[in-house]
């Protein structure tokens, strides 16, 4: 027996002494960890001698065993001590308070984003209100209830970006990627009863060729005001605030003919070049004049499919390219710089 305790006894002061060589020079929690196994693992020289216990006489194993557990107990511990300071110290090299501060890089917005909030920074003070829709939309309010007919170009696969998914309502047609967001305008018709001056922003979709003023992915701002009294001359006061609003007062504007299906009469909207006040240059393409929006009064037959009594509201309609306005605004002249994530390009904004 006085071997036994005596081959502990040595066992105790040669683990204690390694234990704090070895835990001196451990600086993470995994080489912590490699600690904990040498000192306690299966194959340690303590939990060996716990094992030999079964060789000694009955009398013998219980203080042998004390004596053993006593000491693992101390070197778990120790372990746990050394594991709490080093989590708990300060990482990395002292901190110098009297040193000057380093800056934070801060984010930025988009340039579209920027340009959308522009817009309608200009358009709700005249008393809109921002109303945003489904960008996957049933073939019913993208055409249909937007008096596009059946036999027009754009309902053709080809020219819209049909879904394979089976439509939840086939009353209202396929599942498609909007082509505009005048779908929202209908929805909003639908729940709603005049007066209504709601601007609709959001992200369209065309299987347009990419190239610098086209891509097949876009964003449109639109507005509609409707009242029973709204005519085209409000609808040449709300467009000529805005103008002046985003490129300056001394904007001048002009109203070409155009068609659009689902107002009448419809516009086109031009600003005069800002590069040659309306003398010709190369920006504008030697006309003078740069085209920014479509408008026009919304056509009789978009009402009859929201309900709307024909004879009692009249109303109109606006739409612009978020893209071409910043672009025309900062002199941008290919819309893919938008969607590389050119940093170059980006943090110009």
Not at 212 to 236: I, N, W, Y
Not at 250 to 263: A, I, L
């Amino acid at each position: 027996m006085g071997d036994f305790f005596q081959s502990v006894e040595q066992l105790k002061g040669e683990l204690e002494n390694e234990l704090e060589i070895q835990l001196a020079q451990a600086n993470t929690a995994g080489e912590i960890e490699l600690v904990r196994v040498k000192f306690l693992g299966r194959k340690s020289p303590l939990i060996q001698h716990l094992k030999q216990l079964a060789e000694f006489p009955p009398d013998q194993r219980a203080p042998a065993g004390k004596e053993l557990n006593i000491l693992k107990t101390a070197i778990e511990h120790r372990l746990v001590e050394k594991k709490q300071q080093v989590l708990t110290r300060p990482q990395g090299p002292p901190l110098d308070v009297t040193l000057p501060g380093s800056a934070v890089v801060q984010g930025r917005l988009h340039p579209v984003t920027q340009t959308i909030h522009t817009i309608l920074s200009a358009l709700l003070p005249l008393g809109f209100e921002i109303v945003e829709g489904p960008e996957t939309e049933f073939e019913y309010y993208n055409f249909d209830a937007l008096n596009i007919p059946r036999d027009h170009p754009s309902r053709e696969s080809f020219d819209t970006f049909f879904l394979d998914q089976p439509s939840p309502d086939s009353k209202k047609g396929r599942l498609l990627l909007r082509s505009h967001t005048s779908p929202v305008q209908v929805r909003v018709m639908e729940r709603r009863k005049p007066p209504l001056r709601i601007v609709v922003p959001g992200k369209v979709y065309r299987p347009d060729p990419l190239d610098p003023s086209h891509s097949f992915m876009f964003h449109q701002v639109e507005g509609l005001m409707v009242d029973e009294r709204t005519s085209f001359a409000d609808l040449k006061g709300v467009l000529e605030r805005f103008v002046r609003t985003l490129f300056g007062e001394g904007t001048r504007t002009r109203f070409r003919p155009h068609y659009f299906p689902f107002t009448e009469p419809s516009a086109e909207v031009d600003i005069a070049c800002a590069t040659c006040q309306g003398a010709g240059c190369s920006t504008c393409g030697r006309k003078g004049w740069l085209e920014i929006m479509g408008c026009g009064m919304v056509h009789p037959n978009v009402f009859k499919a929201v309900g709307y009594e024909v004879r009692r509201v009249q109303g109109f309609a606006f739409g612009m390219g978020v893209e071409r306005i910043a672009m025309l605004k900062h002199g941008i002249t290919d819309i893919r710089l938008f969607f590389e994530n050119d940093l170059r390009f980006l943090e110009q904004f």
